[in-house]
């Protein structure tokens, strides 16, 4: 059963920073693309950041280049968010995802942590 769990969400004043945790099981992680997503109330979900299997590749959305940093640990099978100098446009609720692409794609989600920036 492929589970993706994340942590590390919560409060924060505008300003601060939170780091947030991506635990897959269930899967080959090491071979998976992972990225972080969130959605804001009334708003799509969109694309924050995105990390391919080895580490070497990482995108962002424009809207965070420079504040968050997408890394992975395959040892730990975990994708990790650090979110610098939050703004209260930041709050939303932020979701990993992982993608294994082999003979078809496959896409799994986590249920999503809160984020909350106040100003």
């Known amino acids: 059963q492929v589970q993706l769990v994340e942590s590390g969400g919560g409060s924060v004043q505008a300003g601060g920073s939170l780091r947030l945790s991506c635990a897959a099981s269930?899967?080959?992680?090491?071979?998976?693309?992972m990225g972080w997503y969130r959605q804001a109330p009334g708003k799509q979900r969109e694309l924050v950041a995105i990390?391919?299997?080895?580490?070497?590749?990482?995108n962002y959305a424009d809207s965070v280049k420079g504040r968050f940093t997408i890394s992975r640990d395959n040892a730990k099978n975990t994708v990790y968010l650090q979110m610098n100098s939050l703004r209260p446009e930041d709050t939303a609720v932020y979701y990993c995802?992982?993608?294994?692409?082999?003979?078809?794609?496959?896409?799994?989600w986590g249920q999503g942590t809160q984020v909350t920036v106040s100003s």
């Open positions: 995802k992982a993608t294994i692409v082999g003979l078809s794609r496959r896409d799994y």
């Open positions: 269930g899967i080959s992680f090491s071979i998976a693309a």
């Open positions: 990390i391919n299997s080895s580490g070497a590749s990482t």
